[in-house]
C-alpha cells in the first residue's frame, strides 16, 4: 500500500479565521498565517453560516435560546439576536447551504471558530470562557455528518497542528485506501498501528490482538466497521507526554536501524519549548523518509503529484 498522499486534502474553515471580516462586529483573523507555507498543502473553502443566512456585517450577536444547536434542528430552541428578533430558520438556512457547498465540493474536514453560536463544537460564548450551550447549530451539523474537526486556536500551536495534521493525513488515506481482503486489512493496521497505540493504547492492543488471531472471516462489512472504528480513533487528539515518549521510541527505532544519531532530538523528560519538540517531530519525518524507514507516529505523508 502507498502511503503518500497524492492529491490535497480540501478543507473547510470558519470564514473569519481565514482572514474574512465576517463576523457580528466586522471582524476577522487569518489563523493560516501561523501554517506559514504548510498551508499550500492544502484545498480551503472559507464559509459562515451568519453571512449564508442573510444576517450581514456588521449584525447583531446571536444567541441559542432554550437548548443548544441540536435542540434547534429537532424545533426545541430558538436563535435570537441582541433585540430579541427571532432569527431561527434563517441561520437554519445558512447553515444548511453551508453544508451543502462543502459536502458538494468533497469536503469533510473543518477548522471551526470554538465559541461561536453558530459555528462552535464544544463551547459557543467567548465570555468569561462559559462554555454556553455548544454544540452550535452549524456545529451540530458538522458533528451529525462526522466531520473531522479542528479548533482554529490549535493552528497557533505548533505541536498541537502537527498533532492534528498527522492524524488528518492518517484519516484520509485510511478513507481512500482499498479493503479487498485479509491482506489489504492487515497491511493497512501494520501502517497504522503506532499512532493507533499512542492515540489509545489499551483500544489499539485489542485490535491487534483481534487481527492477529486471524481466526476471523473477511467481509466487506467487517472491513468497514473497523475502518470506522480506526476513523473514529484517529479524529481524537494526542497528548504532548505521549508525543515526546512516541517521538523518543521512535528515534531509538531509527538509531538502531540506521546507526545514525540524531542530535536534536531530546529524552521525553528533557525540558524544551513546543517550538523545538515541533522541530524534532519534522526532523524525525524527514529523516525516516531519507533512510526508507517509517516514522510510525506520522505514518502518512503529503508529497504532492
Known amino acids: 500500500m ?11 474553515i470558519s470564514a473569519c479565521m481565514y482572514g474574512c471580516e465576517v463576523r457580528y462586529n466586522k471582524k476577522g483573523w487569518s489563523m493560516l498565517e501561523y501554517l506559514g507555507r504548510g498551508q499550500s498543502e492544502f484545498i480551503w473553502h472559507p464559509v459562515c453560516p451568519e453571512c449564508m443566512a442573510g444576517l450581514g456585517v456588521p449584525r447583531e450577536p446571536i444567541r441559542i435560546s432554550g437548548g443548544n444547536g441540536i435542540d434547534v434542528w429537532e424545533g426545541k430552541a430558538r436563535i435570537k439576536g441582541r433585540s430579541g428578533e427571532d432569527v431561527t430558520e434563517r441561520v437554519k438556512h445558512g447553515a444548511q447551504v453551508c453544508m451543502e457547498m462543502l459536502k458538494s465540493a468533497g469536503v469533510y474536514v473543518y477548522i471551526f471558530m470554538e465559541g461561536s453560536p ?24 458538522l458533528l451529525k455528518e462526522g466531520f473531522f474537526l479542528i479548533p482554529a486556536a490549535d493552528l497557533q500551536s505548533p505541536v498541537r497542528w502537527w498533532d492534528w495534521k498527522r492524524r488528518l493525513n492518517a484519516f484520509a488515506w485510511l478513507r481512500s485506501v482499498e479493503l479487498r481482503s485479509k491482506t489489504d486489512i492487515y497491511d493497512m493496521w501494520h501502517t497504522i498501528k503506532f499512532i493507533c497505540q499512542e492515540l489509545d493504547n489499551e483500544e489499539a492492543r485489542e485490535i491487534g490482538k483481534m487481527l492477529a488471531k486471524n481466526d476471523w472471516e473477511f467481509s466487506p462489512d467487517y472491513a468497514e466497521d473497523l475502518r470506522n472504528s480506526l476513523l473514529m480513533l484517529l479524529r481524537r487528539p494526542s497528548s504532548l507526554p505521549k508525543i515526546k515518549h512516541m517521538l523518543w521510541k521512535h528515534y531509538i527505532f531509527y538509531k538502531k536501524k540506521s546507526g545514525m544519531d540524531v542530535d536534536e532530538i531530546m529524552r521525553p523528560e528533557e525540558l524544551r519549548n513546543m517550538t523545538h519538540i515541533a522541530s524534532e517531530l519534522m526532523i524525525m519525518e524527514r529523516k525516516a523518509a531519507e533512510t526508507g524507514l517509517m516514522f510510525g507516529s506520522a505514518p502518512i505523508q503529503y508529497k504532492g503529484r
Open 2 to 12: 502507498e502511503t503518500v498522499l497524492r492529491e490535497k486534502i480540501k478543507v473547510g
Open 118 to 141: 453558530s459555528c462552535g463544537v464544544y463551547r459557543t460564548t467567548l465570555k468569561n470562557k462559559r462554555i454556553g450551550k455548544p454544540p452550535g447549530v452549524f456545529g451540530a451539523l
